[in-house]
């Protein structure tokens, strides 16, 4: 049987859509980990599917990066903004003291970095390696 991750991996909302709708035949932290892929791979059809699902905007996985902050990292607007307006936090500090404007800037992509900034994102801010926003 295919599992949640391996129906993100493959962007197959149909077979997502199948699996979640069976109640409580998917653990709690399966649901994360194919939040977290969904974000990474731009995947926002499966992003929409796990939010309908009632998992919180702001899950995180084991270093403490939420899916919005992979998305920024990425450049996934689509996603980004599905997660913004799910209310998924602009400000979220992560690993390394990062927020996801720091995870942007570093690539300076500005379409991203404006988004952030249109909905709240702290400048002045510092991460681990002391870089100041």
């Not at 129906?7 to 709708?21: F, G, H, T």
């Not at 998917?26 to 939040?35: D, I, R, S």
């Not at 995870?103 to 404006?114: L, N, P, Q, S």
Request: aromatic share 4%.
């Amino acid at each position: 049987m295919i599992s949640l991750v391996e129906a993100v991996k493959s962007n197959n909302s149909r077979i997502l859509q199948l699996l979640v709708a069976v109640p409580r035949a998917v653990k709690q932290n399966e649901l994360e980990t194919a939040f977290i892929h969904a974000a990474k791979l731009g995947h926002n059809e499966c992003i929409d599917i796990l939010l309908a699902t009632g998992i919180h905007p702001d899950t995180t996985d084991t270093n403490n990066n939420t899916a919005l902050m992979y998305a920024a990292q990425m450049n996934h607007d689509v996603t980004l903004q599905t997660l913004v307006s799910a209310k998924a936090s602009v400000n979220w500090v992560g690993s390394g003291k990062s927020t996801p404007l720091h995870m942007v800037a570093k690539h300076g992509y500005e379409k991203t970095i404006t988004l952030l900034l249109e909905h709240g994102a702290k400048l002045n801010t510092r991460d681990s390696a002391d870089v100041h926003l």
